[in-house]
């Protein structure tokens, strides 16, 4: 079992930066990859950002150039450095957790809530 638990969300306006960390624990032993999701109201939780075991980084369109997804393994823990933040980031985000080579994450942390007022 994995355990994830986010921090750092909060309100904000537009323009500012946030920071999110998500720290993991249990069987973290093996190499794994950690994500960042977003779920607006109504809408479906879609991909934010991604770093592979090796340290390799994806982002969404709409985020890219703004986010900035990191970990430090020492800590089991990964960021998600949001800058220049958007109404439309209002959201909850979630960490997501899955061994290296596993095609869906397995594991989720319980959400952070993020709201951008204009």
């Known amino acids: 079992q994995v355990q994830l638990v986010e921090s750092g969300g909060g309100l904000v306006q537009a323009g500012d930066s946030l920071r999110l960390s998500c720290a993991a624990s249990?069987?973290?032993?093996?190499?794994?990859?950690m994500g960042w999701f977003r779920q607006a109201p109504g809408k479906e939780r879609q991909f934010v950002a991604a770093?592979?075991?090796?340290?390799?980084?994806s982002y969404a369109d709409s985020v890219k150039d703004r986010f900035t997804v990191s970990r430090v393994n020492a800590k089991n823990t990964v960021y998600l450095q949001m800058n220049s933040l958007k109404p439309e980031d209002t959201a909850v985000y979630y960490c997501?957790?899955?061994?290296?080579?596993?095609?869906?994450?397995?594991?989720w942390g319980q959400g952070t809530q993020v709201t951008v007022s204009s």
């Open positions: 249990g069987r973290t032993f093996s190499s794994y990859d």
């Open positions: 770093v592979t075991w090796s340290g390799v980084t």
């Open positions: 997501a957790f899955r061994y290296a080579g596993s095609a869906s994450y397995g594991y």
